[in-house]
């Protein structure tokens, strides 16, 4: 069974400053990662995704990760944040199964000080 | 293009009574999915189909039946409610040429009393 630990359950920043919140997950084969943001009362929007190929991905918003197979790693990092950023973040994985099921972590709340 | 619509947004139900989430995607996706996200859990899955015409359990799916009435709607019934059942839950779907792309619903609040 696949699994995700989301290391930094709360993170504050202040604003500019860099951000990089931890993922690991736990599967042996190939997997599709996730990056999902849910801002205050809203849905969860997909912030970026690695498939294949070049491991470091660009998404919305300044947001990129970089894909570490060897650690089993999928950190998301931002070198300057704003206070718009605050948000739950959720790192998801999956690696298999006839629908492609999701495995969300458990997810950290970012909390950006104007 | 609505993408994934959910009703109702919020609901209060007593404990035993039932009601049914509705989900609808405009996306001609072929997989759909329940999630309910709790505090300090993430987003955890409770039913699934995978195409029109087959559903599948999830990690929590007790307490929990699924409809995939077609290939836009998907509902999800609770026949007993009770408090543990408080959560909010969302909708996904998923298609195209990478499906495994989620695309999520607005949530439906839940308060079970």
């Known amino acids: 069974a696949q699994s995700v630990s989301q290391h930094n359950h709360h993170v504050i920043l202040s604003e500019a400053a860099s951000l990089e919140l931890g993922c690991n997950y736990s599967?042996?084969?190939?997997?599709?990662l996730f990056w999902y943001v849910q801002y205050p009362g809203q849905h969860l929007q997909l912030l970026l995704k690695?498939?294949?190929?070049?491991?470091l991905v660009k998404g919305i918003k300044g947001f990129e990760a970089e894909f570490i197979k060897s650690k089993f790693s999928f950190n998301l990092r931002k070198p300057s944040v704003q206070w718009s950023d605050t948000a739950e973040y959720f790192c998801?994985?999956?690696?298999?199964?006839?629908?492609?099921?999701?495995?969300f972590g458990s997810g950290t709340q970012l909390t950006v000080l104007p | 293009n609505a993408g994934v619509t959910q009703t109702p947004k919020f609901q209060v139900l007593k404990t035993g009574q039932s009601m049914t989430l509705q989900c609808a995607q405009d996306?001609?996706?072929?997989?759909m999915y329940w999630y309910r996200q709790d505090p300090g859990m993430g987003l955890r899955l409770i039913y699934y189909?995978?195409?029109?015409?087959?559903?599948d359990k999830g990690e929590v799916p007790n307490g929990y039946n699924v409809s995939r009435l077609n290939k836009r709607e998907f509902s999800l019934r609770l026949e007993s409610a009770a408090p543990s059942q408080t959560s909010v839950y969302f909708c996904?779907?998923?298609?195209?040429?990478?499906?495994?792309?989620?695309?999520f619903g607005p949530g439906t609040r839940l308060l079970v009393l």
């Open positions: 996904a779907s998923s298609g195209g040429p990478r499906y495994e792309t989620q695309y």
């Open positions: 599967y042996g084969g190939t997997v599709n």
């Open positions: 690695y498939f294949s190929g070049d491991p």
């Open positions: 998801a994985v999956n690696g298999g199964g006839s629908a492609r099921q999701l495995t």
């Open positions: 996306m001609n996706h072929n997989s």
């Open positions: 189909s995978a195409s029109e015409g087959t559903t």
